[in-house]
């Protein structure tokens, strides 16, 4: 049986001839086949997959130089584009459509030596907690086939968790990584705003959107983001600093005394879980009988984080999804109708499920003329003042510990009914995007309910090497 511990064992079993490409490739698309219930896949890249292991293998063989990803199976949420490959954003309203050029994410991935297995099912545009508004039917949690794996990239989330590939990429608008992670039971990281480029990611709100890693090991996350972060011409919003090494950052990491600040109102809100409560306040005692400062911030925006959230991003759905109008590119009402108008109107509305159509129509009533300043403008000075907050807190702190999602993984049907309900439960996550900072979810808890649960740890812009070590440290039950 072909067995994986983390990237770097899988490799030296390749270099010293132990297994080859092919024979992960074919271990994986066994996998998948054999828990295809899980709907975690859309498409299965087979042909192309056993094809770059091929080539792989005789790269190895020629002895020319491997890329840091050789070998490596991976699995891309349905929101990114990969060349020659359909790419539906789990919605039917691209029907047909293949994408005509790599994202800048998959074009490093393949040059450093990955290979691409199949593309995850997730909420339709990325609009969702729990996986449930694909058009292409839920994702089931591995664990717990009752339960949700979380959203929107819940598919991605459970090619990890059921081990269908080593690592996989999902997008983070508002949690859509870092949630899902916490439901499975494995790491999920969204990086800072911009240091991943967006082209190629579909967008939902581009000023949120960050393209996010799932792994069971921190190291292989940090080599993935290694390999795929960095300064892009197509992307104008990502960041040109420069990107740390941040696989090698976690060896040889000396012991320090982190300062670590949490809000106090985050764990005394009455959505969360005594259980998730009680775990993080347990973890804050031995943090702090360790020898690290862990102290309470004072966050009056509780609050308003998730109506800032869900206004700003409707509000910037409602635009970016105009593009899709039935004559560009996917679905396309038939002959039934009168006028442009009405054939935009038809093949909208057939095209785009209910969440996307309840979204695009919130974020154009929070544009229009009159209601504008009370909700667009509100949510935009929220959005400032956190920035602010945010900044206070890491001119003293290095970082910030929280829960990921006020409960575990909760059962299908158990919140989709009110939408309310749902973007509450968002609460702990659109805070990272709001401020634009990165956010790890940890897979340290287990719930009395038999599924595990996360801790979230946020740090300041660029600073994905602390919140790397640290969640290293604390997966590994190292001294800190
Ligand atoms: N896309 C995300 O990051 C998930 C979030 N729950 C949303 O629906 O907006």
Same mark, same amino acid.
């Given at each position: ?44 890249? /087979? ?152 082209? $190629?990611?579909?967008? +939902? ?6 393209? $996010?890693?799932? $792994? /069971?090991?921190?190291?292989? @996350? ?19 600093? %420069?990107? %740390? ?60 984080? @998730? ?21 560009? +590119? ?66 003293? +702190? ?20 009110? %939408? ?58 190292? %001294?800190?």
């Amino acid at each position: 049986m072909f067995s994986f511990h983390s990237i770097k064992d899988y490799q030296s079993t390749l270099l010293n001839g132990q297994t080859t490409c092919v024979e992960a490739v074919s271990y994986y698309l066994q996998q998948i086949e054999a828990q295809k219930h899980l709907n975690a896949f859309l498409e299965v890249f /087979t042909e192309d997959a056993l094809a770059q292991a091929a080539r792989l293998d005789a790269l190895q063989l020629s002895g020319k130089p491997l890329g840091k990803l050789h070998g490596v199976v991976v699995s891309i949420k349905d929101v990114i584009c990969y060349k020659g490959h359909t790419v539906s954003a789990g919605s039917k309203i691209l029907e047909g459509f293949t994408s005509v050029y790599n994202a800048t994410a998959v074009e490093k991935l393949l040059a450093a030596g990955a290979i691409i297995i199949g593309r995850n099912n997730c909420d339709e545009f990325a609009m969702g907690s729990s996986n449930e508004n694909s058009a292409f039917g839920p994702v089931l949690n591995a664990l717990d086939n009752e339960r949700v794996p979380g959203g929107s990239s819940g598919g991605s989330a459970v090619a990890v968790q059921a081990g269908l590939c080593m690592i996989s990429l999902g997008s983070d608008t508002g949690g859509s990584v870092r949630q899902p992670a916490d439901f499975c039971g494995i790491i999920g990281l969204k990086p800072g705003y911009g240091r991943i480029s967006r082209y $190629g990611l579909i967008a +939902y709100a581009s000023s949120f959107d960050q393209i $996010g890693i799932f $792994g /069971t090991q921190v190291s292989d @996350v940090a080599l993935a983001l290694e390999v795929i972060a960095g300064a892009d011409d197509f992307d104008s919003t990502v960041s040109h600093q %420069p990107i %740390p090494a941040f696989s090698e950052s976690l060896q040889n990491t000396s012991p320090k005394k982190y300062r670590i600040a949490y809000f106090k109102e985050a764990l005394e809100h009455p959505s969360l879980d005594t259980e998730i409560a009680n775990a993080i306040k347990t973890l804050i005692t031995q943090l702090q009988s360790e020898g690290h400062t862990v102290e309470p911030v004072a966050f009056d925006l509780l609050d308003y984080i @998730v109506p800032a959230y869900y206004i700003l991003t409707t509000a910037e759905a409602s635009s970016n999804l105009s593009r899709f109008d039935g004559i560009k +590119y996917g679905y396309a009402a038939k002959d039934d109708f009168a006028n442009l108008t009405d054939f935009y109107k038809k093949s909208r509305s057939a095209g785009f499920g209910k969440e996307v159509k309840r979204r695009i129509m919130l974020g154009t009533f929070v544009l229009s003329a009159g209601y504008y300043d009370a909700y667009f403008t509100k949510a935009q000075q929220v959005r400032r003042m956190l920035q602010e907050t945010t900044k206070q807190v890491f001119g003293n +702190y290095d970082v910030i510990i929280a829960p990921t999602v006020p409960s575990p993984a909760f059962k299908f049907g158990e919140k989709s009914n009110d %939408p309310i309900e749902m973007f509450l439960a968002d609460i702990y996550t659109v805070f990272a995007n709001l401020v634009g900072i990165p956010g790890i979810s940890i897979p340290l808890f287990k719930h009395s309910s038999g599924v595990p649960f996360g801790l979230q740890v946020m740090a300041a812009q660029d600073n994905e090497v602390t919140l790397l070590q640290l969640s290293d440290s604390l997966l590994q039950n190292k %001294p800190l």
